[in-house]
């Protein structure tokens, strides 16, 4: 049995605060003792399952996230900027067939392309204002990353099989078998022991459980040591 | 005009989470170049002004935030322990006299026994499984924290005046004029401009806004530069 330290990264490229905790854990897989699984999931079944509202429905709370989300761009440097409609980008259109492409790419291509096609999306959606819900869209994501377009043709009659809708589902259960009630969430596993971390703001304290260091945003420029 | 750069804080003793930010906040006042400023307030009014509701009535988060608290309490050395009945130590009882008598300190005794009475009555709600309603639990904090029976005696009845009724209606109100939804809620007065910060995990980012370091737990006892 492997003594590495695994963390899951469950996630949906419709949330923002999903896009900043897969970016700072990608730099940290690069400098930590652990492997990264990226477990693309679905937010809306995160938030049926659980009887959770999403925050931005309380007014205060998403004037604060927008305020809240610039900075954290700022400090974390990842290029995320809200769409010209929030409401209408994560409510109305949602998510549902970018997290079955991303399912189809995970389970035909494996993760080093999950983590590219997963970031093209969010920059389309939390960058860029773009659509991410037409296949032209997942497409262009797709070509960005890397892929070609027989792969992804391939790939996108996949992500309406049963298979990988079932995929996608077992993998939101297994979200909310942890507990969760958002995204992203972090599932620590070490010395065969799970633990669940929610939101892109619980590093210092996630890193000090599995006995790793936390050195800030950018961990391979830090020369010194906390 | 003062140089000096100040951080409000806005809490309710009912908040576990306002107690972290709390214990943390008065360690960093003393080695940041800030003022820190206690707002004593009322959660509940801020939940009823924002349309928000508490957190702990989604079942998952309430138990996401029981293993949360117990490993901040261990990672920031703070005494939390949840009380055997949280729901009715926060929701049934609540804290609108415990609040009111916090207001009515720190209108009569200034901020330095604000601190410990507030120190005080965190710790029977969330060390000490005891109430903070009835005004022997209020009596008892407050002379744990220094206060003389006679001067207690002024403050409980000065606690139910309408100005401190007031007082603390306005303070909550002030927090809603923040955009708070919650607590605990910084707010960082620099160079003239007013940066909110929602919560007990966002030091590093505030430490980053305000042009100080961030240190981890404890400041004083860290020999490294970050």
Redesign the interface.
């Known amino acids: 049995m492997s003594s590495k330290k695994v963390i899951e990264l469950f996630y949906d490229v419709v949330s923002p605060y999903s896009w900043l905790g897969f970016e700072v854990m990608c730099r940290y897989s690069r400098v930590w003792d652990v492997e990264l699984k990226p477990r693309p999931a679905f937010l809306g079944g995160v938030m049926q399952g659980?009887?959770?509202t999403p925050p931005g429905l309380?007014?205060?709370?998403f004037?604060?996230m927008v305020?809240?989300l610039n900075?954290?761009a700022q400090?974390f440097d990842v290029p995320l900027q809200a769409p010209s409609d929030p409401f209408e980008a994560m409510f109305k259109k949602g998510s549902l067939s970018a997290m079955r492409f991303v399912a189809a790419v995970q389970d035909k291509r494996g993760d080093k392309q999950v983590e590219q096609v997963s970031r093209e999306l969010w920059r389309r959606i939390w960058s860029e204002d773009k659509d991410i819900t037409e296949p032209a869209s997942l497409s262009e994501a797709a070509m960005t990353a890397g892929l070609s377009a027989s792969e992804i043709e391939e790939l996108l009659t996949l992500s309406t099989s049963k298979q990988i809708k079932d995929k996608l589902k077992s993998t939101t259960q297994e979200a909310?078998d942890h507990?969760?009630?958002g995204f992203p969430l972090f599932v620590c596993h070490i010395n065969g022991k799970a633990e669940?971390f929610?939101?892109s703001?619980?590093y210092?304290?996630m890193a000090?459980?599995i006995g790793e260091k936390w050195?800030?945003p950018q961990p391979g420029k830090s020369a010194?040591?906390?």
């Open positions: 659980s009887g959770n309380v007014p205060n709370k004037m604060y305020k809240d900075r954290l400090y909310l507990g969760a009630f669940m929610f939101g703001d619980r210092e304290l000090h459980c050195v800030g010194a040591k906390l």
